[in-house]
């Protein structure tokens, strides 16, 4: 089934072209089914590339899903164009008397900034309590992954001495948990970050689950209240080119920056990267919206009941 989309979304073009099935609002709205009701709270500066990474990895599944898109009103974007975020993008403020049947947060370039000084964070502070009470499902990506984890359950986040970049091997820890249906024993994740979260914090609070480890890049993936809250601290929605892009990007800035770790051939930058990822990415997502979202949330979005913190 395809993903409800606005018409004049750029992320479209892009999607059709991969021959992704889209539907526009018009002929969604003759769809004789409740659709999914996705809202992505999106704090990446490169909106229209995370918009088509993450619509790309909704779209692979046999459910329709509609999507809202979110921005945090309160910070001002100098990489969108303010016609697009007035266009396709929507604030707290207007959602506050809908229910989502599930919410992406993504990551944002601010980790090395303590939470309360980032410019938006009372505003995102707000959206994620809205998220207890408002969605069944919210999944945390990397930088919103560890604000998630420090607004909800007072984990804290580490520098590290030097940008984590690169694919990753991880281990899952439970063989049968149907986020991870269809993985393999071990699987690759991308990871970009200058801080941690540490095991030793998240197992002192029991109502968090660790579901998936690296050796290298740390704690990956946890869940709470039987997956009403999925964090991941890497970026399985990442392009093939993304890490090469954000390379290169710190190399012309000057930084003492490494070569993003088994990622390029032979660690070789002047040859293409290869995607080792994608397989998970498509199954982690699916896996998401149909084991802790379709499955899980009630047919009438008012029956949502608030998540009860510890």
């Known amino acids: 089934m395809p993903i409800n989309i606005p018409d004049a979304l750029p992320a479209r073009e892009h999607l059709e072209q991969e021959n992704i ?3 526009t609002e018009e002929r969604a709205a003759h769809q004789d089914i409740r659709p999914l009701k996705i809202a992505i709270v999106n704090l990446m500066p490169t909106k229209v590339a995370t918009e088509t990474q993450l619509l790309r990895l909704l779209s692979n599944s046999p459910l329709q899903v509609d999507i809202d898109l979110v ?9 969108t164009d303010p016609e697009h975020l007035d266009r396709f993008y929507t604030s707290l403020e207007k959602i506050r008397t809908t229910r989502y049947d599930g919410m992406i947060i993504t990551g944002a370039p601010v980790e090395t900034i303590p939470f309360e000084d980032v410019d938006y964070w009372t505003e995102l502070a707000a959206i994620m309590d809205y998220s207890l009470r408002n969605v069944y499902s919210t999944l945390h990506i990397c930088w919103g992954a560890q604000a998630g984890l420090y607004h909800h359950f007072g984990v804290p986040k580490y520098p590290l001495e ?3 970049s690169g694919v990753y091997e991880h281990r899952r820890h439970d063989d049968h948990l149907p986020l991870f249906r269809g993985f393999d024993e071990r699987f690759p994740v991308p990871h970009s970050r200058y801080t941690e979260i540490r095991l030793e914090d998240v197992r002192a609070r029991p109502d968090l689950d660790v579901l998936a480890t690296s050796e290298e890049a740390g704690v990956c993936i946890l869940a709470a209240f039987e997956g009403r809250q999925v964090f991941i601290t890497g970026h399985l929605e990442y392009d093939v080119e993304t890490l090469a892009l954000e390379y290169r990007r710190d190399v012309s800035r000057g930084l003492d920056i490494a070569v993003p770790a088994h990622y390029f051939p032979n660690d070789d930058p ?3 990267p290869v995607a080792t990822w994608r397989a998970h990415a498509h ?3 699916a896996n998401w919206l149909n084991y802790y979202v379709y499955q899980a949330t009630p047919f009438d979005l008012a029956e ?5 913190k510890g």
């Not at 921005?71 to 990489?79: G, K, M, Q, V």
């Not at 949502?304 to 009860?308: A, H, L, M, P």
């Open 21 to 23: 099935f889209v539907m």
């Open 270 to 272: 002047t040859l293409p």
């Open 162 to 164: 030097r940008k984590l």
């Open 304 to 308: 949502i009941e608030e998540i009860r």
């Open 283 to 285: 199954l982690l997502f």
């Open 71 to 79: 921005h945090t009103a309160s910070h001002e974007s100098r990489n």
